[in-house]
């Protein structure tokens, strides 16, 4: 092989690869964000799903029919955007006599020693009532709890919290709340975090899982899908403003990927919006990585309702597109950036580009984009913006539409491909032939899908290997794709309905796949300029089964040399490298591998293929690479 340091040919933007993060799979709510009261509010479409009432045996049955101790009271002239609460009724109640139990959204993780923090709205006439929160495993043995006694009385909403620390560490545990006196409360927003959230904020998100993020160093992240952008029909798609503010305030909607809209159902399924943007916005802060929200283009799922708005309705739309824009980067004396700035935040957040549409397609599509394009441009010139080039039904894509978006100047072409493992491995030359103008590619979703394995197995070596080398092609063509991202990003092995997925958790653990790693050492050896790597004057794209790319990166004065070896023998090869001086006399080599293609990670092996770094000795200017067989191969050398 051989590697021509001194004819870079394009450059490897920062935002190269990224992170897509949709609220599937119990992504969102059950996952990153770390509440464990499953349908706190009560506005679940069954108002008490998640919850039990408990009743003594000493309740007269026909009594307690007559005069429930807990009433659904609905207020929705008065809230719209959170009308539910309960009232609860109790007479001369003892501990154990009437109680509401939340299972949490598969079980609740507890972990021991660590400290929890209760609290709950209530108001009441007068007080008389003391609540008794108990955490408890699947034998009702007592994990840690608290007592609350609220007392301030009248119409107004009041809010009262007590913390408690745990004893042991149950992967499923469910909370108990024991009433006891007398009296009648109305209770809201029930809710139970752990303390030991992401930079412990208090109702934050779940750490590991955002380590995981942080320790891809992602260029950019984007939200918050995916199909729920969409919605199934447009009256649930998702909507920025309606995430903002106050948690109680946020309006719940029903999950896209909830009961009859997914392969596999998941009746408790809903966006509550305690992650909403302001919180993505910071996320994607804390990680270092570009924002990349994607709107809704006034079409709702092409696969589902296929429901579009009318061009003359279509204002809204594209205000909140513009409002974005504003509520990111807008200073304090404008609407948006103070609403920005009072829920913590005045400095902006420098939103650079967004995505107009997921996967939408067609004449309506181009139709609309025309209309956002034109509005958003005219507002903020230098603004980047994504188009969709659609998903055919039958997975493959929409080369027509990339021309349309071409001859209208596109930014960037988000693509998507959910294909075999065979698709990925031939089409590492897809990006050669796309004409070098001003469109860039944006692979906004794609995963190799391995046939007849399931679950937690799609996530096997062979999918992560066939994506490392067609990541060859992706790097090799870095003047036409900026940014990629595999899709979806986290699946609860109790809550899934899509795999294969980058990441798996249970209540309280998380592992990164074969696929995690190959996108980590993409991103932790991005390099800054593309530079040749031929065999035979050829680009290395398959040949001997060998796939790979070479850069320089500019910042370290470094050469990063990626080769996949898809056979199953092991490859000795020497990489001449042209144009230098001198390399230094140790290098570094980091190698993903395993001789089993159906082999995978686990939550009780979670590193089993996991890259391993050592140190390399070199000669000259050549560097000896022994690949064993079905590897992934990354080299660093400092160029003298
Ligand atoms: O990543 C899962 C789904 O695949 C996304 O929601 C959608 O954009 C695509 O069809």
Redesign the pocket.
Known sequence: LIVKVNEPKADIQPTMWGI?F?D?NLGADGGIYAELVKNRSFEFIKPMMGWTIQQSKKADPQIAAMNPPVLVINKKDANTANPRYIRVTVNDAAKGDIGLTNEGFRGMGIKKDLRYDFSVMYHQDAPGIKMHIELVDSNNNVLGGTTVTPYEAGIVWHKIAASFTANATVMKAKMNIWFEGNGVIDLDMISLFPSDTWKNRPGGMRADMIQKLADLHPGFIRFP??????GYDLEHRYQWKKTLGPIEERQLIIN??NTEFANRPAPDYFQTFGLGFFEYFQLAEDIGAEPLPILNCGMACQ?NSAEVTTIDELDPYVQDALDLVEFANGDVSTKWGKVRADMGHPAPFNLKMMGIG??NWGPQYVERLKIFTKAIKAKYPNFKLINSSG?APDGSLFNYLNDTLRAMHADFIDE?Y?RSPEWFFSNVKRYDTFPRNETKIFA??Y?SHVNGTNAEQKNCWLSALSEAAFMTGLERNADVVSMASY??LFAHIDGWQ?TPDLIWVNNLQSYGTPDYYVQQMYSLNKGTKVIPVTMDNNAVTGQDSLFATAAIDATTNEVIIKLVNASNKSQKNTISLQGIKKLAAEGKSVVLKSNDLYSVNSFSEPTKISPHESAITIKGKSIALDAAPYSFNIIRVKML
């Open positions: 897509f949709e599937i899908g995916g199909c729920i952008v969409e896209r990927w696969f997921n996967e998903f998507h959910y906004g979703e995963a899709a979806p899509w």
